[in-house]
């Protein structure tokens, strides 16, 4: 669902073909002034700012960002079919802009379109709520009623899994290392979902599949405990902590985490769209609210902005200096990342999205029908915060858009600053680390102990060596399109042509992970659980197994039609059980598919009907023996060469629907997702 930049911008999370998107391209789209039904809405805002932003930038005035910005988003929600957009910037402690494009309600339902207001129409930000979350724990930090390094054992009221020793700290949770293997079930449901944290967090929480520190891992079950711990530590409840001590504070009179929105807010939420031409749908309910339950304006969201980068807002500072310098720095080093500290590094909840040799700390968030990014340049005094209500027409629809506003604006106003050169690496160096480097890697955010194991055979990334010591990644990290890669330090990469750069730990001569993005890594995926070999044998097997049932009544018709005698009774035992087994099999991997296609749609699937499909899973693998003792059966009987190859082909079959089934956790104890 929710996740930050679904990079996993996919960094967000929506549907997991939304995660997988997390790795699209960033597209610039083109800034085409072309208006759309409904033209932006102008907020009253500060007067223009006329700071310099850089040597050879354009100039940041409300002026400019205003007339930029039109000329961007208007066309660009055309095209991809999005309802609406509402955006804002900050800028010299003030908040230079709010805009809105588009619809807020596109009528569908009411009849009368509603044009988007920045200062009243609420957007679901999703997992931008987690720099809230953070913003919480780190105000009980500094007061001293949590310890950013001691075990979070000391405040739960139930006990975590875990499967290494040592501590998971809350600087574990605020920067994904924790070690949480994925969970999909009860991130999302619709309106009259009862949200209980503690419940969500407490029952059958998710593997810890990682040691703490070691292996970026995107994780929304590790930041709603952060939330949670928030909620033990200052006896509230998380909702009305937040309210309190950072939405009040910071003056965000029109947001909530409340779920469904209160009363007096109802009436301001902006509808949800698939696409703009689509019925509006039902309000979203997070089943862990910290991880991405926020809705709130984008005069709000610029509120927040200036409360990060210190600037005088709302009633209170949300944080004192230190405490923000030390909420922005990475949060983690060498001591526990290894090399990976050379790349991009979470701090204690922003990502490391820096540009054009720019600080800059962002957070992106999807929920299913809306999607967001926040970015603060703390060194420039400046942020940007954009939201959408819709999907769009294609998957990466919204991450385009949202990387060509966040680029652009980084671009135009925050140009490259000259830099020290990069080191050199010896050639013959480059060339051994990159022969290390050549390989099948999957992403760090994964499931490994249920059957959802099996999505990550979606999501490989293909790594080898090209052009003498370059690295060819397909597909590039964040993106859905080939990246090549030079090496400019030892172990650090940088793209060809690009900003983006990469960090490779290695151990004993093999590569342990590679650091892309400041919460996710690419892990090396061992031969027989690659696409090329999985995939094939499950295919291969699954055609076998279909022929098989669809000859059960021909071969019935044809020996009637015959007039033959119906088949002895010699193996007939072996016979009847192989066929159960084999259809089984089949029914089990319909249910896979049904089941998988289920829960990533954020429906539930209960839990005795995967126990069924797991029962039927485990009798075609137990029919293996049976399939044995036919084909042995038949080739002592001599009962020909096609049906000695069918019962082998079977018997194939059999055996590699039940190796996937094994090594794709179908037959995991855990049937939680």
């Given at each position: 669902?929710?996740?930050?930049?679904?990079?996993?911008?996919?960094?967000?999370?929506?549907?997991?073909?939304?995660?997988?998107?997390?790795?699209?391209?960033?597209?610039?789209?083109?800034?085409?002034?072309?208006?759309?039904?409904?033209?932006?809405?102008?907020?009253t805002?500060?007067?223009?700012?006329?700071?310099?932003?850089g040597?050879?930038?354009?100039?940041?005035?409300?002026?400019?960002i205003?007339?930029?910005?039109?000329?961007?988003?208007?066309?660009?929600?055309?095209?991809?079919?999005?309802?609406?957009?509402?955006?804002?910037?900050?800028?010299?402690?003030?908040?230079?802009?709010?805009?809105?494009?588009g619809?807020?309600?596109?009528?569908?339902?009411?009849?009368?379109?509603?044009?988007?207001?920045?200062e009243?129409?609420?957007?679901?930000?999703?997992?931008?709520?987690?720099?809230?979350?953070?913003?919480?724990?780190?105000?009980?930090?500094?007061?001293?009623?949590?310890?950013?390094?001691?075990?979070?054992?000391?405040?739960?009221?139930?006990?975590?899994?875990?499967?290494?020793?040592?501590?998971?700290?809350?600087?574990?949770?605020?920067?994904?290392?924790?070690?949480?293997?994925?969970r999909?079930?009860?991130?999302?449901?619709?309106?009259g979902?009862?949200?209980?944290?503690?419940?969500?967090?407490?029952?059958?929480?998710?593997?810890?599949?990682?040691?703490?520190?070691?292996?970026?891992?995107?994780?929304?079950?590790?930041?709603?405990?952060?939330?949670?711990?928030?909620?033990?530590?200052?006896?509230?409840?998380?909702?009305?902590?937040?309210?309190?001590?950072?939405?009040?504070?910071?003056?965000?009179?029109?947001?909530?985490?409340?779920?469904?929105?209160?009363?007096?807010?109802?009436?301001?939420?902006?509808?949800?769209?698939?696409?703009?031409?689509?019925?509006?749908?039902?309000f979203?309910?997070?089943?862990?609210?910290?991880?991405?339950?926020?809705?709130?304006?984008?005069?709000?969201?610029?509120?927040?902005?200036?409360?990060?980068?210190?600037?005088p807002?709302?009633?209170?500072?949300?944080l004192?200096?230190?405490?923000?310098?030390?909420?922005?720095?990475?949060?983690?080093?060498?001591?526990?990342?290894?090399?990976?500290?050379?790349?991009?590094?979470?701090?204690?909840?922003?990502?490391?999205?820096?540009?054009?040799?720019?600080?800059?700390?962002?957070?992106?968030?999807?929920?299913?029908?809306?999607?967001?990014?926040?970015?603060?340049?703390?060194?420039?005094?400046?942020?940007?915060?954009?939201?959408?209500?819709?999907?769009?027409?294609?998957?990466?629809?919204?991450?385009?858009?949202?990387?060509?506003?966040?680029?652009?604006?980084?671009?135009?106003?925050?140009?490259?600053?000259?830099?020290?050169?990069?080191?050199?690496?010896?050639?013959?160096?480059?060339?051994?680390?990159?022969?290390?480097?050549?390989?099948?890697?999957?992403?760090?955010?994964?499931?490994?102990?249920?059957?959802?194991?099996?999505?990550?055979l979606?999501?490989?990334?293909?790594?080898?060596?090209?052009?003498?010591?370059?690295?060819?990644?397909e597909?590039?990290p964040?993106?859905?399109?080939?990246?090549?890669?030079?090496?400019?330090?030892?172990?650090?990469?940088?793209?060809?042509?690009?900003?983006?750069?990469?960090?490779?730990r290695?151990?004993?001569?093999?590569?342990?992970?590679?650091?892309?993005?400041?919460?996710?890594?690419?892990?090396?995926?061992?031969?027989?659980?690659?696409?090329?070999?999985?995939?094939?044998?499950?295919?291969?097997s699954?055609?076998?197994?279909?022929?098989?049932?669809?000859?059960?009544?021909?071969?019935?018709?044809?020996?009637?039609?015959?007039?033959?005698?119906?088949r002895?009774?010699?193996?007939?035992?072996?016979?009847?059980?192989?066929?159960?087994?084999?259809?089984?099999?089949?029914?089990?991997?319909?249910?896979?598919?049904?089941?998988?296609?289920?829960?990533?749609?954020?429906?539930?699937?209960?839990?005795?009907l995967?126990?069924?499909?797991?029962?039927?899973?485990?009798?075609?693998l137990?029919?293996?023996?049976?399939?044995?003792?036919?084909?042995?059966?038949?080739?002592?009987?001599?009962?020909?060469?096609?049906?000695?190859?069918?019962?082998?082909?079977?018997?194939?079959?059999?055996?590699?629907?039940?190796?996937?089934?094994?090594?794709?956790?179908?037959?995991?104890?855990?049937?939680?997702?």
């Amino acid at each position: 669902m929710i996740d930050d930049n679904e990079a996993g911008t996919a960094r967000s999370g929506s549907r997991t073909v939304r995660l997988a998107a997390a790795f699209a391209a960033a597209a610039v789209l083109a800034t085409t002034a072309v208006g759309c039904a409904a033209g932006p809405a102008k907020s009253t805002v500060a007067p223009p700012v006329a700071v310099s932003a850089g040597r050879g930038s354009a100039a940041l005035t409300a002026e400019d960002i205003n007339a930029w910005l039109d000329g961007l988003i208007p066309a660009a929600l055309d095209r991809a079919g999005i309802a609406g957009a509402t955006v804002s910037v900050v800028y010299g402690g003030k908040i230079l802009t709010a805009r809105g494009y588009g619809h807020a309600d596109t009528g569908t339902e009411s009849g009368e379109p509603v044009p988007v207001d920045p200062e009243r129409h609420l957007f679901r930000v999703g997992s931008v709520s987690k720099l809230f979350t953070a913003t919480a724990a780190m105000q009980l930090v500094r007061d001293g009623a949590l310890d950013l390094d001691a075990d979070v054992g000391r405040y739960l009221d139930f006990t975590l899994p875990r499967r290494y020793e040592g501590p998971i700290t809350l600087r574990h949770l605020l920067s994904h290392t924790a070690g949480f293997e994925e969970r999909v079930g009860g991130l999302i449901g619709t309106e009259g979902t009862e949200v209980d944290l503690r419940r969500a967090l407490a029952t059958d929480p998710p593997e810890q599949i990682y040691r703490p520190g070691t292996v970026p891992a995107y994780s929304n079950y590790g930041n709603a405990l952060a939330g949670y711990l928030v909620q033990r530590a200052s006896g509230l409840p998380f909702e009305e902590y937040v309210d309190r001590n950072v939405l009040a504070r910071a003056g965000m009179t029109s947001s909530t985490f409340v779920q469904p929105l209160p009363d007096r807010l109802r009436s301001q939420m902006a509808h949800g769209y698939e696409h703009s031409a689509g019925p509006a749908v039902p309000f979203e309910i997070v089943g862990t609210p910290p991880a991405g339950a926020l809705s709130a304006t984008a005069t709000d969201m610029a509120r927040f902005m200036l409360a990060q980068l210190g600037e005088p807002v709302g009633t209170a500072p949300l944080l004192d200096r230190a405490t923000l310098d030390l909420m922005h720095r990475p949060a983690l080093d060498a001591t526990s990342l290894g090399t990976l500290a050379s790349g991009p590094r979470m701090s204690l909840g922003f990502f490391d999205e820096s540009r054009n040799g720019h600080r800059i700390l962002g957070h992106g968030g999807d929920t299913e029908y809306f999607h967001s990014h926040l970015q603060i340049l703390p060194d420039d005094r400046a942020g940007i915060f954009i939201s959408v209500n819709s999907t769009g027409s294609g998957a990466t629809d919204t991450l385009h858009l949202r990387q060509a506003i966040t680029t652009g604006f980084a671009d135009r106003y925050f140009p490259a600053l000259a830099g020290p050169p990069a080191g050199i690496v010896d050639p013959a160096t480059t060339a051994e680390h990159a022969a290390m480097t050549a390989g099948t890697y999957e992403s760090s955010r994964a499931m490994r102990s249920n059957f959802l194991t099996v999505i990550g055979l979606a999501g490989r990334t293909r790594v080898s060596v090209v052009d003498e010591g370059r690295l060819l990644f397909e597909p590039g990290p964040l993106g859905d399109s080939a990246a090549l890669y030079e090496e400019v330090a030892p172990w650090v990469w940088r793209e060809v042509g690009g900003q983006h750069a990469l960090a490779i730990r290695v151990a004993d001569g093999e590569v342990e992970a590679i650091g892309f993005d400041s919460a996710f890594a690419l892990l090396p995926v061992e031969p027989e659980r690659r696409f090329s070999v999985a995939v094939p044998v499950l295919l291969a097997s699954t055609v076998v197994l279909l022929l098989a049932v669809l000859s059960w009544p021909v071969r019935a018709l044809l020996r009637r039609w015959r007039g033959q005698a119906p088949r002895d009774r010699a193996g007939r035992a072996a016979r009847v059980l192989t066929r159960m087994a084999v259809a089984a099999t089949v029914l089990a991997l319909v249910g896979w598919g049904l089941s998988i296609v289920a829960v990533l749609g954020f429906n539930d699937v209960p839990a005795d009907l995967l126990r069924l499909v797991q029962a039927l899973q485990l009798l075609g693998l137990l029919g293996v023996a049976a399939a044995a003792v036919r084909l042995v059966d038949g080739i002592r009987r001599r009962s020909g060469w096609p049906r000695i190859a069918g019962s082998g082909l079977v018997l194939l079959a059999l055996a590699g629907t039940g190796w996937f089934a094994v090594e794709f956790m179908f037959l995991a104890p855990s049937v939680s997702y």
